[in-house]
């Protein structure tokens, strides 16, 4: 366990220009990061997190400048990211043929997911490493997404290096995920609404569904996924569940927002959820309204409920 100090962060270059992974605080989720350059790294994360390859991971970068020299950029790109950059928005775009990039990190497709993290522990650590990291959530894979450092070595503990501590994370779910190879599309929703991305660009976005080519994480049908089976839109639990509340739920075990604030609901999503599946068998969930960061947040729900 690593401080976020100068120390902590050193050690944390080191580790990862030795080849080992790094579980890194953003403002989204813990990532569990490795040099998207090295294809050992990239294979210890898929190694690590039980991950299959054909699904691509994000590429975290310090800046839009380094993001352009990964993927081709286009003034939809520059929009986008002057005003939604640093933070919880992921852009692919087509693949730069010098890119440079592990073809784990892009599953062998000729796009790339780009991001500039918002987390000052985050930017400091590409800073100081000098390269791009791929860094997907810091759990195994299609579980319970991790918002606290107990959460990843919970999950992980003895496969990475270390765990840089920078307590618990903010906005509390993954990134919105834009794709740009073709008109504007929906690829995930996330922790930047959708509506503050068409505002930008003055137009709807395309969606993606379930039945299209995996072309971004988190497409997978089960995903975030409990031990605990889930019933979502539950009025009260039933026998055998715990209720997971939204707003003035009666009878619940812990509420994700008590006031109904999709921001304070997004941010304890996950870290309520690892609380509820250490004793419960089934998690009854309160509906959340789908708006928003609502969108987001019944995204998550809906993949962890599915049939694994």
């Known amino acids: 366990m690593l401080s976020v100090d100068e120390a902590g962060i050193s050690d944390a270059v080191s580790a990862l220009a030795n080849g080992d992974l790094v579980a890194i605080p953003t403002e989204t989720v813990y990532g569990l990061a490795g040099d998207a350059r090295c294809g050992m790294a ?21 800046d839009i400048a380094t993001a352009r020299l990964y993927g081709v950029w286009s003034d939809m790109a520059q929009t986008l990211a002057q005003i939604h950059w640093p933070g919880p928005l992921t852009l692919v775009l ?62 992980l503990g003895g496969r990475i290096a270390a765990i840089l501590d920078g307590g618990a994370c903010g906005v509390g779910v993954e990134s919105t995920i834009i794709g740009l190879t073709g008109a504007p599309t929906l690829l995930r929703p996330g922790g930047l609404p959708t509506e503050a991305i068409e505002a930008a660009i003055g137009a709807p976005l395309a969606r993606h569904t379930d039945g299209d080519p995996i072309t971004a994480p988190g497409q997978l ?23 997971l509340g939204f707003g003035p739920t009666h009878g619940a075990a812990l509420n994700l927002s008590p006031t109904g604030d999709l921001t304070e609901a997004a941010a304890n999503l996950f870290d309520h959820l690892h609380q509820m599946d250490r004793t419960a068998r089934t998690i009854a969930v309160a509906p959340i309204p789908d708006h928003g960061l609502g969108r987001a947040i019944n995204d998550r729900l809906r993949r962890a409920a599915a049939p694994r």
């Open 94 to 155: 087509p693949l730069r043929a010098d890119a440079g990039l592990s073809t784990l990190v892009t599953a062998g497709q000729d796009s790339v997911a780009l991001r500039v993290p918002a987390h000052p522990t985050a930017l400091a650590l590409l800073r100081a490493f000098g390269g791009p990291l791929a860094a997907p959530s810091a759990n195994p894979s299609g579980q319970i997404s991790p918002t606290r450092p107990p959460h990843v070595a919970s999950g």
């Open 42 to 62: 990239v294979a210890r994360i898929f190694e690590a997190k039980g991950r299959p390859s054909f699904n691509p991971l994000i590429v975290h970068v310090p």
């Open 221 to 243: 049908g089960s995903h975030y996924a409990p031990n605990a089976t889930m019933r979502l839109n539950a009025d009260s639990a039933g026998p055998d569940e715990v209720l």
